[in-house]
C-alpha cells in the first residue's frame, strides 16, 4: 500500500521547506514578520517521508515546529507566510501565526504535550464514525517531559486508537540538550504500554519513508497504535538567534545530516538545478505576494472599539 | 418528584437516544457503580461501546474527547469531583477553548465537560470546593451551571445536542437529592425568565430566572445567587420576608460564562441593592465581578452592595469547620440585614 516514491517529487518537497524556511530567517530582521517562529531546517526529510505515505483522509496533528509539516501535508506557502506576516489571507486569517495552523485535516498547537491526547482523540472518533483515517502526531524529544504524553499512550494502547506518534528527536529541546531531559530510551517508553515502534537515525527521505509507510500500513490494516522514532538534526537555532550549541557541532551536523544533499545525489544534475529554479521562484512568488495581501479588520473583533 | 440527578441522568439517556454521535467517558461510570454520584447511572447498559471507561488521566481523557469533537462527535466527560478540574485546566484553556477562534471560525468543539462542585459533605480540602471561578472569563469557553430552580436536564440536554462550542458544566453536589422545581409552580415566587443576549453569538439557550415574592411590597435587595447558593437564596429571601419584613428579588442566572449582567441590572434598579451569594472563595470571583460591572452600569444608583462568600481557607473536613467556612442561609440573612 506504501506509494512508490517519486525521488524527484521528494527532492521537490524537501527543497521548498528548506527555502521557505531560510526566507523566514532571512526576511525576520527586516520586520515583515510578526512575532516568533521555529524552523524546521535540517528536518525536512522527516516530514516529506512520513506525509508521503499519508491517505488523503488522514489527520496530520503537529507542535510548534510545523511549517514543514504543513507543507508537506500540501499547504500553499503563501497562505504560511501570509499567517506569519499576520495577514488576512493567512492560513488562520492572522489569528495563530507561526504555531496555530488549521487547514484541511492539519491542526497544530504551540503547546507541547497537549496535541498528543487530541489527535488520540481524532483517530479514535475516525475509528468510531468508520472512516478508515488515521492520525499522525509529530512530537520532539522535549515533548517527552510532558505527562500527558503517557496518559494518551496508555489510552491510545487500551481504545487501540489508529494513530502514530512522530518522535523528531533533535536532541535538543530549546536550549536543553537530550542528555539533561529524555531519561533512559524513547523506543521503549512506547513498547511499555503495547505500542511497537521503528526507531531510525537517519536524514534520508528514502529511509524514512519505507518505515513511516509500513507503520501506516499497519494501522489502516487493523486500528491500533504504532510510533516512528526518528533521530534527526535541528540545523538552525529553536526560535531565531537562540542557538546556544557550539557553531562547529552545528556545521558537522550539516554536513553529514544535509537530508537536501543525501537525497539530491542521487539526481541527475540537470533535473535536480531544473527543480531548484522551480522552487527558488515558487517561494520567492509566494513571498511577494503575501506581502501584498491585505490586514485583517482590526474592528472585525467583537467588542472593538474605535480608540 | 423528579430530584436533579435523575433530571441529569434522564437527560443522559435522552441525548444518547437522540444522537448517535454522542459519547461519554469518565473514570468508573460504568454500571452497576454508574459513576461516583450516580449520574451517568445505566448508560453503559443502554449504550454499550459510547461509554468509555476512563483511566485516572482528566487532562488526557479531556485531551482526547476534544479531538473526538474536533472531528464530528459530541462527548460528554464526566471529571469525578470538581476539585480535579485543575488537572484539565492546558487542556481547558490553550486547546478546547481556543480552537475555534484561534482557527479562524474553521472548527467546532461540540464538547460538555461535567464535574460535581462544592462542599457540605465533610469531604475535606480537596474533595469539597468550588473552584468554577479559575475558568470564568476564559473567551471562547461558556461555564453553565444548574440549580434546583429551572430545567436542570434540559440545560444539560441542550448543551450536548445543540451547543456547538465547548461547556464546562458544574453540578453542586447537593443539588442531586432536590427535587426540580419550575419557577412557574412555585407558591411564594413570581417567576421571568430572561436570555442573554450575548457579544457576537446571540441569545444563550442558558436562562436567567427571577424571582419576585408573591404580593410582596417592592424589593429591597436584589441577590443573585447560582447552583445550590440559589436554593440557601430562595430559604434567606422567605426568611428576610416573614421574620424582618426585608423583601428580596432573587436572580438565578445559569450561565456564569460568558456572563451578561442585565437580568441582575433590571432587579437591582428597582431594589437599589445588591448582594451576591457565592460558595467559592470571596476574593476575586464571580460576586466581585458582578458588583463591578453593576457599579459601571448603575454608577450612584447602586446604594449598597455586598458580597457571600466562602473564607478564604481551604474546605475543612470537620463538619463544624466546613459549615462556619461555607456560605449558609444565617450569613445571607445577616448580610442583608447590614444592607437596609
Known amino acids: 500500500m506504501s506509494p512508490v516514491p517519486d525521488p524527484l517529487e521528494l527532492y521537490r518537497q524537501i527543497l521548498r521547506i528548506r527555502r521557505f524556511e531560510e526566507t523566514v530567517l532571512d526576511k525576520f530582521p527586516s520586520g515583515v514578520f510578526y512575532g516568533t517562529t521555529h524552523t524546521y531546517l535540517g528536518q525536512e526529510a522527516n516530514a516529506v517521508g512520513v506525509l508521503s505515505c499519508a491517505r488523503p483522509d488522514d489527520i496530520v496533528v503537529s507542535n510548534h515546529r510545523c511549517h514543514g509539516h504543513f507543507l508537506a501535508y500540501g499547504g500553499e506557502p503563501r497562505a504560511l507566510f501570509a499567517e506569519l506576516m499576520g495577514r488576512e489571507t493567512?492560513?488562520?486569517?492572522?489569528?495563530?501565526?507561526?504555531?496555530?495552523?488549521?487547514?484541511?485535516?492539519?491542526?497544530?498547537?504551540?503547546?507541547?504535550?497537549?496535541t498528543v491526547p487530541l489527535a488520540t482523540g481524532m483517530a479514535l472518533a475516525e475509528k468510531l464514525r468508520g472512516s478508515g483515517a488515521a492520525a499522525i502526531v509529530f512530537l520532539g524529544d522535549g515533548t517527552l517531559g510532558e505527562g500527558i504524553v503517557y496518559e494518551s499512550l496508555n489510552i491510545a494502547s487500551l481504545w487501540r486508537a489508529p494513530i502514530l506518534f512522530v518522535v523528531e528527536n533533535n536532541r535538543i529541546a530549546q536550549t536543553t540538550p537530550s542528555e539533561l531531559a529524555v531519561a533512559g530510551a524513547i523506543a521503549t517508553r512506547f513498547e511499555a504500554f503495547g505500542i511497537s515502534c521503528i526507531e531510525l537515525d537517519s536524514s534520508d527521505?528514502?529511509?524514512?519513508?519505507?518505515?513511516?509507510?509500513?507503520?501506516?500500513?499497519?494501522?489502516h490494516a487493523e486500528p491500533s497504535p504504532r510510533a516512528l522514532v526518528l533521530h534527526t538534526a535541528r540545523f538552525g537555532p529553536h526560535s531565531k538567534g537562540d542557538d546556544t550549541r557550539d557553531s562547529i557541532d552545528v556545521e558537522r551536523l550539516r554536513r553529514t545530516r544535509d537530508p537536501l544533499v543525501i537525497h539530491g545525489a542521487r539526481l541527475p544534475e540537470e533535473q535536480r538545478k531544473a527543480i531548484e529554479a522551480e522552487v527558488v521562484e515558487q517561494i520567492t512568488l509566494a513571498f511577494r505576494l503575501a506581502l501584498g495581501d491585505p490586514a485583517p479588520d482590526p474592528q472585525s473583533l467583537p467588542g472593538a472599539t474605535t480608540p | 418528584m423528579t430530584t436533579v440527578l435523575d433530571a441529569l441522568n434522564q437527560a443522559l439517556h435522552a441525548a444518547f437516544q437522540a444522537d448517535e454521535t454522542v459519547f461519554l467517558l469518565g473514570e468508573d461510570v460504568l454500571d452497576p457503580y454508574g459513576g461516583a454520584f450516580k449520574v451517568t447511572r445505566g448508560l453503559s447498559t443502554a449504550y454499550p461501546g459510547r461509554v468509555l471507561p476512563a483511566p485516572i488521566s482528566e487532562a488526557g481523557i479531556t485531551g482526547i474527547a476534544a479531538g473526538m469533537a474536533l472531528r464530528g462527535l459530541r462527548p460528554v466527560v464526566e471529571i469525578m469531583f470538581g476539585d480535579f478540574i485543575t488537572l484539565i485546566a492546558d487542556q481547558l484553556v490553550n486547546h478546547i477553548a481556543k480552537f475555534r477562534w484561534m482557527y479562524n471560525d474553521q472548527v467546532r468543539v461540540p464538547l460538555v465537560i461535567r464535574t460535581p462542585m462544592g462542599g457540605r459533605r465533610g469531604y475535606g480540602p480537596t474533595h469539597s470546593q468550588t473552584l468554577e471561578k479559575i475558568y470564568l472569563g476564559v473567551p471562547g469557553l461558556r461555564v453553565l451551571a444548574p440549580s434546583s430552580i429551572g430545567d436542570p436536564g434540559g440545560l444539560l440536554?441542550?448543551?450536548?445536542?445543540?451547543?456547538?462550542?465547548?461547556?464546562?458544566?458544574?453540578?453542586?453536589k447537593l443539588l442531586y437529592l432536590l427535587p426540580v422545581q419550575h419557577p412557574a409552580g412555585m407558591e411564594e415566587f413570581e417567576a421571568t425568565e430572561s436570555k442573554a443576549e450575548l457579544l457576537g453569538e446571540g441569545d444563550s439557550y442558558a436562562p436567567t430566572f427571577t424571582l419576585a415574592l408573591g404580593g410582596a411590597p417592592p424589593a429591597a435587595i436584589t441577590l443573585v445567587a447560582y447552583g445550590y447558593m440559589a436554593e440557601l437564596a430562595r430559604q434567606a429571601a422567605l426568611r428576610l420576608a416573614y421574620e424582618f419584613e426585608i423583601f428580596t428579588e432573587l436572580v438565578i442566572p445559569t450561565q456564569l460564562a460568558p456572563f451578561e449582567i442585565e437580568a441582575v441590572l433590571a432587579s437591582t434598579r428597582r431594589s437599589g441593592r445588591l448582594l451576591t451569594i457565592e460558595e467559592g472563595t470571596f476574593s476575586l470571583g464571580w460576586g466581585a465581578e458582578i458588583l463591578a460591572r453593576s457599579v459601571e452600569a448603575l454608577g450612584s444608583g447602586l446604594r449598597a452592595a455586598r458580597r457571600v462568600a466562602a473564607l478564604e481557607v481551604p474546605v475543612p473536613a470537620s463538619g463544624i469547620l466546613e459549615l462556619q467556612a461555607l456560605p449558609s442561609v444565617e450569613h445571607i440573612v445577616q448580610t442583608a440585614k447590614k444592607m437596609v
Not at chain 1, 496555530?100 to 491542526?107: A, D, K, S
Not at chain 1, 527521505?205 to 494501522?219: F, Q, S, T
Open chain 1, 205 to 219: 527521505v528514502l529511509e524514512i519513508l519505507p518505515a513511516a509507510g509500513r507503520l501506516l500500513d499497519e494501522i
Open chain 1, 90 to 114: 493567512g492560513v488562520c486569517g492572522g489569528r495563530g501565526g507561526s504555531q496555530h495552523l488549521h487547514w484541511r485535516n492539519f491542526y497544530s498547537n504551540g503547546v507541547q504535550g497537549g
Open chain 2, 157 to 172: 440536554s441542550r448543551a450536548i445536542l445543540e451547543d456547538d462550542n465547548p461547556v464546562l458544566f458544574i453540578e453542586n
